[in-house]
């Protein structure tokens, strides 16, 4: 069992930067970030392999970053030029099987972070 916690989650103005933190309680090679607005459906964001296979939905293309670091177990979402459609709940998953994508399923979840982003 894998336990995620997240952190850095917090409130901003369009256009802003936040970014996103998740420790993982072991290595995991696959780790990834979805989110879930107020109402909708969640959904993945990125997706990360080992430090350096990464993959993302369309609409944060260009503005998030994804990265991790395989010695602290730990993995980032740099978001930038953020936008009010940004605002969710934003989730850090791990994978323990093959195939790595924002929309593959994950074996384990952590709390969740809430970003906000204000107009």
């Known amino acids: 069992q894998v336990q995620l916690v997240e952190s850095g989650g917090g409130s901003v103005q369009a256009g802003g930067s936040l970014r996103l933190s998740c420790v993982a309680s072991?290595?995991?090679?696959?780790m990834a970030w979805f989110r879930q607005a107020p109402g909708k459906e969640r959904e993945g964001v990125a997706a990360?392999?080992?430090?350096?296979?990464?993959n993302y939905t369309d609409s944060v293309k260009g503005r998030f970053t994804i990265s991790k670091d395989n010695y602290k177990n730990t993995v980032y979402l740099q978001m930038n030029s953020l936008k009010p459609s940004d605002t969710a709940m934003y989730y850090c998953a791990a994978r323990g099987s093959a195939g790595c994508t924002y929309y593959s399923a994950m074996d384990y979840w952590g709390e969740g972070t809430l970003v906000t982003i204000s107009s």
């Open positions: 072991a290595y995991i090679a696959c």
């Open positions: 990360i392999f080992a430090a350096s296979i990464t």
